[in-house]
């Protein structure tokens, strides 16, 4: 049995979270501003796998490739894998795979860079006896890492896009 107490507890709490002014980032689905914004800003190429892998990733969270671009965003990557955790023999048992990502929002009409930030991530590996299993260990993670760094860059592109809509 509920307390009347609660649901009136409940109705405060409803009515003072609609007066603190937090509005959804993504309102209006697809065709919200927000969501808009990201379309129009194309990713421009990464070097190596792991740039290959977080391109990908931006490409499919900002919606496709976009025919009609305002911005462009460059994006630096650095991949590092450090060894550590050291056996009797010198033989590593344990990696850290990080991977730091710089980026730059370049609005196409001026050439002005309006976003510049950075994102990052890592992942342990163990280190086993199986050197074909480490090998695909350290690529999962490098997956999962990219992974991670794009959802982080679109997160902050998306606060970017709305602060500049002025939603």
Do not use: H
């Amino acid at each position: 049995m509920t307390r009347p107490t609660s649901y009136g507890f409940a109705l405060a709490l409803a009515l003072l979270l609609g007066a603190c002014g937090l509005q959804p980032m993504y309102g209006g689905g697809s065709s919200g501003q927000v969501a808009s914004g990201l379309t129009t800003i194309q990713v421009a190429a990464i070097p190596e796998r792991a740039g290959w892998l977080v391109r990908n990733a931006l490409v499919d969270r900002l919606g496709g490739e976009s025919g009609n671009a305002s911005y462009r965003l460059e994006v630096e990557l650095d991949d590092n894998l450090t060894s550590f955790g050291i056996r009797g023999d010198s033989s590593a048992t344990r990696e850290r795979r990080t991977l730091r990502a710089r980026y730059r929002l370049v609005e196409l009409k001026t050439g002005e860079v309006v976003l510049d930030a950075t994102a990052g991530s890592d992942a342990g590996i163990d280190i086993v006896s199986s050197e074909y299993a480490t090998v695909a260990a350290e690529q999962t993670a490098q997956e999962r890492l990219a992974q991670v760094v794009a959802d982080q860059m679109v997160s902050r592109l998306a606060l970017f896009m709305r602060s500049s809509t002025g939603q």
